[in-house]
């Protein structure tokens, strides 16, 4: 059924009636099934290309014939850990069925119609699409060379604003903010105001930012800023993006509020006991930081050398600009097996949004470019 006739649309809620879906990466079985090719490979969610910790697969196995029972709606032990891990107590962690989930219940609990969401241009999709369910207006602030301008996001606080997302780095262009400008940030915006530190690829940030980047852990900041909300997944560097557990750490009193709207058993039992699992694999994560490094440098050089530029990237992806609309490339490159991300946001629309993936994927990847720009 399309917008014009669907009988509800008049019924849905206003914030709802002019949004569009979510636009996930295209399912490798989904092209296979459109297209005939086998052996593809998918470039396009940001997932981890080695898998989850084999500790964490481990566990599924011993967890399945429980799936009879709710799981442990307090999430007791990956609290447990996710608190000592972060030098925070347990009531300051909430769980979320993946962290998307953490930032629509931050969004469901604090906005009405009316209250406003800031956010930069060319951010996470899914903020102005919880933001407009709940009928708040989303105030997204130009971005500078892609990336998120503190400074005009601290002007665009209003006494109507509610909450600030800030993607850290970025998705879709892996760009980062430094310490010293987000300190900056959290000094000039209210107390009152709930800022939220979306740091999904925290991991390779970390590792790749080397001494020459700033990058912030914020989730030290905590105490310092009692309306400082962190969030992070397992989707990403753990390799559990199936599985779906986010988290996201803040001031009790908040965890508190977002616990009243909470769903019980928004985190399945499975993704409980992996979660769980995979925080005792460090080595993992370790191998995961290193390949998701060197595959960068290999796809930003690959890249180079066909004369296209990236948008630096603290992140497991980057964006290249092509030199006409992306939609095209796309194309050409699922045909050849090789699912990427086009359109990462309106005004990009020649970009193409690549995962790091294995050394072999990256130079499939490459080699498919090469071959369809005649480089
Ligand atoms: C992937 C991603 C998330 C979270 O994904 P979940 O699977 O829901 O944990 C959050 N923020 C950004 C910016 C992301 O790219």
Redo the contacts with the bound molecule.
């Keep these: 059924m399309n917008k014009t006739t669907n009988m509800f649309l008049q019924r849905a809620a206003a914030g709802v009636a002019a949004l569009s879906p979510y636009n996930p990466g295209k399912p490798l079985e989904e092209l296979e099934r459109e297209y005939g090719v086998t052996n593809a490979i998918k470039l396009a969610s940001?997932e981890n290309p080695l898998g989850p910790s084999p500790k964490a697969l481990a566990v599924l196995g011993q967890h399945l014939a429980g799936i009879a029972r709710y799981p442990d709606d307090s999430g007791f032990k990956l609290k447990a850990l996710l608190a000592d891990k972060h030098a925070v107590r347990s009531n300051q962690v909430i769980l979320?069925s993946?962290?998307?989930?953490v930032?629509e219940l931050v969004v469901r609990t604090f906005c009405e119609p009316g209250d406003e969401v800031v956010y930069s241009e060319h951010a996470?999709a899914?903020y102005p699409i919880i933001t407009r369910a709940v009928g708040a207006n989303g105030v997204a602030v130009p971005s500078r060379d892609w990336g998120h301008d503190l400074d005009a996001m601290a002007r665009a606080v209003s006494a109507r604003c509610k909450v600030v997302f800030i993607?850290n780095p970025?998705?879709p262009t892996g760009t980062w903010v430094e310490a010293p400008a987000l300190r900056r940030f959290m000094d000039a915006v209210p107390d009152n105001v709930l800022v939220v530190m979306?740091e999904?690829?925290f991991e390779f940030a970390d590792f790749s930012a080397g001494q020459s980047i700033d990058y912030p852990d914020t989730s030290k900041w905590l105490g310092d800023y009692p309306n400082l909300i962190v969030?992070r997944?397992?989707?990403?560097a753990y390799g559990l993006?199936g599985l779906?557990?986010?988290y996201g750490i803040c001031h009790s009193q908040v965890t508190d509020l977002l616990n009243r709207v909470r769903a019980p058993f928004n985190v399945n039992s499975l993704g409980l006991a992996a979660a769980t699992a995979a925080l005792g694999d460090p080595d993992h994560i370790g191998k995961t930081q290193q390949v998701n490094h060197d595959g960068m440098r290999q796809l930003a050089a690959g890249m180079r050398h066909m004369g296209l530029t990236t948008i630096p990237s603290l992140a497991n992806f980057l964006c290249v600009h092509l030199p006409d609309t992306a939609m095209t490339t796309y194309d050409q490159l699922l045909r050849t097996g090789v699912i990427v991300r086009p359109r990462p946001s309106a005004g990009m629309e020649q970009f193409l949004r690549i995962s790091v993936g294995t050394a072999e994927e990256n130079g499939r990847f490459l080699l498919a470019l090469q071959r369809i720009l005649g480089t």
């Design positions: 940001n979320g993946g962290s998307s989930n930032l996470f899914m993607a970025n998705n979306d999904a690829y969030t997944t397992f989707s990403k993006a779906r557990v986010g």
